[in-house]
C-alpha cells in the first residue's frame, strides 16, 4: 500500500527576479512500511522534495503538482489542518541538529510542546512523555538533561534529542535529513541505530536523505536517485546498486568505489544552470554515453526490471553493462 505518493511535483523559487527551478517534476511512491533512501549530490533537491511535502518554504517559493499522504491532499491542506499532520503522522530529523532546536528555550520544554499541540496533554503530563522519550534514546540522566538548553547539549546529544521531539508523536512517517551530518563516526553509527530502533519500535515508514551509500545498502530496502530536481532512478537497494540501469547512478557508484585516497572522487563536468530547464537530459552535459537524443529530449521513466524505474533513453543498454 502506498503511503505517500507524489505526482508532477515542482518547486520554484523566484530569486533577484529570475526563476530557479529547484524541483522539475517529480513522480515518486513510498510504501507503508518501507524503509526508502534519496541519495544525490549537494544540490540536487533532496532537502527540497521534503520540505515541500510539508510545506516548510520561504514566501518566495512556488509549488505545484500533488502530494497525497494516505490518500490526503497536502498541498491544499489549510494551515490549521496542515499542523496536525506536521509531527503528528509525519515528522523529520532535520540536519545540523543545534541549529534545528530552539536556543531560547530548555529542550524539554521543546519536546513537551510538541507534545502538548498533537495530544492535548497538560503541561506537567508533557513534561513526563519528554522525559520519557529523551530517556528512550539513550540520554543519561534525563529528567535533568531536560532542563539544559541546546547550548549544553553535544552535537550527539542535539541529534538524540531531535529524534526524541520526533518520536514523540508516535508519527507513520518519520523523515531523516542527514541525521549524522557533522558528527563523528562512532556518534554518527549510534545515531543511525538510533534511527533504526525507532523506526521498527513505531512500526514507521522511514525516508532517509543521504550522500552516503553504505548507509543506504545496510539501512534502506528502496532508493530513489535524484539530480538536479529530477528522479533518476528508483528501485528495490540491491538493484539499484547491483545493477545500475542510469549513468548518474552508475557515475555515483563509481565514486564510492573510488579507493585512491590521494584524489577526491568526484563526477566530471558541472550540474546544470537550475535558472533554465533543460530540453533534454539533466544529466547529457556530464554524461559519457549522450547522444544527440539527449540533448533534443528529456527522458521518460522505463521499467528495466519489476519494480526498477530508470529516467534513461539508454535505461537498458546501462542496466546490461
Same mark, same amino acid.
Given at each position: ?18 526563476? &530557479?527551478? #529547484? ?39 512556488? &509549488? ?15 494551515? #490549521? =489542518? ?28 521543546? *519536546? ?72 563523528? &563516526? ?16 513505531? $512500526? ?10 553504505? &548507509?543506504?545498502?545496510?539501512?534502506? $530496502?528502496? *532508493?530513489?536517485?535524484?539530480? #538536479? ?8 537497494? =540491491? ?83
Amino acid at each position: 500500500m502506498s503511503l505517500l505518493q507524489i505526482e508532477g511535483l515542482q518547486l520554484q523559487f523566484r530569486v533577484d527576479r529570475e526563476t &530557479v527551478y #529547484a524541483l522539475r517534476g517529480v513522480d515518486l511512491s513510498v510504501g507503508a512500511g518501507t524503509r526508502t533512501a534519496i541519495v544525490g549530490e549537494s544540490g540536487s533537491g533532496k532537502t527540497a522534495l521534503t520540505l515541500s511535502l510539508l510545506r516548510l518554504l520561504p514566501p518566495n517559493a512556488q &509549488v505545484k503538482g500533488s502530494v497525497r499522504f494516505l490518500g490526503r491532499e497536502l498541498l491544499t491542506l489549510d494551515e #490549521a =489542518a496542515l499542523r496536525q499532520v506536521r509531527g503528528a503522522q509525519i515528522a523529520m530529523i532535520f540536519q545540523h541538529a543545534q541549529a534545528a532546536l530552539n536556543p531560547l528555550l530548555p529542550v524539554g520544554r521543546q *519536546i513537551a510542546d510538541v507534545c502538548r499541540q498533537h495530544s492535548g496533554m497538560g503541561r506537567a503530563e508533557a513534561w513526563e512523555r519528554a522525559v520519557e522519550v529523551l530517556a528512550a534514546t539513550g540520554i543519561q540522566q534525563a529528567a535533568a538533561r531536560a532542563r539544559d538548553y541546546p547550548h549544553q547539549y553535544s552535537g550527539g546529544m542535539a541529534q538524540r534529542a531531535l529524534i526524541a521531539m520526533a518520536l514523540v508523536c508516535e508519527p507513520q512517517l518519520l523523515i531523516a535529513d542527514e541525521p549524522t551530518s557533522g558528527l563523528d &563516526v562512532a556518534v554518527q553509527q549510534q545515531v543511525l541505530a538510533l534511527v533504526e530502533q525507532v523506526v521498527a519500535r513505531l $512500526d514507521a515508514t522511514l525516508l532517509l536523505i543521504t550522500h552516503d551509500l553504505a &548507509v543506504v545498502a545496510d539501512t534502506c $530496502d528502496q *532508493i530513489i536517485v535524484m539530480y #538536479a530536481g529530477e528522479v533518476m532512478e528508483t528501485g528495490a537497494t =540491491a538493484q539499484v546498486l547491483e545493477r545500475p540501469a542510469n549513468p548518474y547512478t552508475a557515475a555515483l557508484l563509481a565514486c564510492f568505489e573510488q579507493t585512491d585516497e590521494a584524489r577526491m572522487p568526484f563526477i566530471p563536468g558541472r550540474t546544470p544552470d537550475m535558472r533554465q530547464a533543460p530540453t533534454g537530459c539533466s544529466f547529457a552535459g556530464r554524461c559519457a554515453m549522450t547522444r544527440d537524443i539527449c540533448h533534443q529530449q528529456r527522458p521518460q521513466a522505463v521499467e528495466v526490471a519489476p519494480g526498477h524505474f530508470s529516467a534513461c533513453h539508454f535505461a537498458q543498454e546501462v542496466a546490461d553493462a
